[in-house]
């Protein structure tokens, strides 16, 4: 009766434990934040070379777009990790990105234009979200490789960046910056003795 009873218990142990659940605010920066900042950064360009500025102006319609596209992208990358989160998915799972598509499409569009716009709406941000994700999970595999090469190239060539002669930012060596030290301690003694001589006279 005692061994039957400790079985289950044994055989407990031995069952991995459950993966932890996936969090909300884990990787908020990177799923929200920097696309939010990004597309700030987009719609501003976009007011810069939009038709409307010069009967708006410059700085008033870059600021519109940059919000209108802040805003947009904020709504709908939250909405994405709220669906993940939801429905406990991937975060590179596509029917996130439409679902959230539809939702934040429909809440906007429905502000902005009636029923008819939330339905507008929802099927643009799905379709473009969806799109943009999945283009965003293909370039990431050639982005990291680019990154990787150049920094590997940074560790084989310490100097691969070099300045020009002629610019007036240079990076001194060793030899090079004991002697411009000596030459600032000249000038400064230098300056310090003409000031004593005028004092004295």
Known sequence: MGSSGMKPLE???????????????ENWKERILIPTLLAGITGGGVGLVSKHRKVHGLANISTTYATNFSIVTGCYCGAREFVRVVRKSE???????????????????????????????SVIFAVVGTTVDFATIKLRPALSNFKESIFKEKEKKPGWLKLP??????VLDEEALAAKEAREKELYARSALGKLSKEES
């Open 165 to 170: 002669e002629w610019s007036p930012i240079q």
């Open 91 to 121: 975060p590179d799972d596509l029917v996130n990105s439409a679902v959230a598509g539809f939702g934040s499409g429909a809440l906007l569009g429905r502000l902005q234009g009636g029923q008819f716009g939330a339905f507008r709406y």
């Open 11 to 25: 055989e407990n142990a031995k069952a991995p434990p459950p993966p932890p659940p996936s969090s909300f605010s």
